[in-house]
């Protein structure tokens, strides 16, 4: 698949879904503003389409502070570990965090809708998930171990009710 059919392809998905987006034709990075169920409330997500590629990355609008960054990276390691789709990135330098997926489009005659619809809402599935433990850790109010398994014992509580 090439560049301009990535773009039209993503662009009528987000059409479709009633997605509000700003395009950047030079830069070809789609950018949106996503409502979050975690403590984190709101993130935002660049589409940047490459030739034969593209990277959805929804970040989060709270970074780490450095003393509480050792406990935030050990959180993102576990959380990591494991996932099919994607992964939490974060940048050391500024503390910046942030979900990334990629799919790559070389060789492909058209992406499906639900290619696109995944790449785009699996980074607000684990932000969601995540997020309230990626904001305690950012500000310094929780350790890595007990926020992990609050994160991933979310599922049972839930079929506990």
Request: hydrophobic share 35%; aromatic share 10%.
């Amino acid at each position: 698949m090439e560049q301009e059919q990535i773009v039209d392809a993503v662009r009528d998905w987000l059409d479709g879904d009633d997605w509000h987006y700003e395009y950047d034709a030079e830069k070809r990075l789609i950018k949106m503003g996503i409502n979050l169920k975690s403590k984190i409330k709101s993130g935002r997500i660049f589409v940047d389409i490459k030739d034969d590629c593209y990277a959805v990355y929804l970040c989060a609008p709270i970074s780490g502070d450095k003393e509480n960054l050792g406990e935030l990276l050990k959180y993102i390691a576990m959380a990591n570990y494991g996932l099919l789709n994607g992964n939490f990135e974060v940048d050391v330098r500024d503390g910046e965090i942030r979900y990334k997926t990629f799919v790559n489009c070389d060789g492909l005659d058209s992406l499906s809708p639900e290619v696109i619809k995944d790449s785009i809402y699996i980074g607000c599935v684990m932000m969601d998930r995540y997020g309230d433990g990626i904001a305690a850790l950012a500000l310094g109010f929780s350790d890595a171990d007990t926020e992990i398994k609050k994160a991933e014992h979310q599922d049972d509580e839930a079929s506990d009710d």
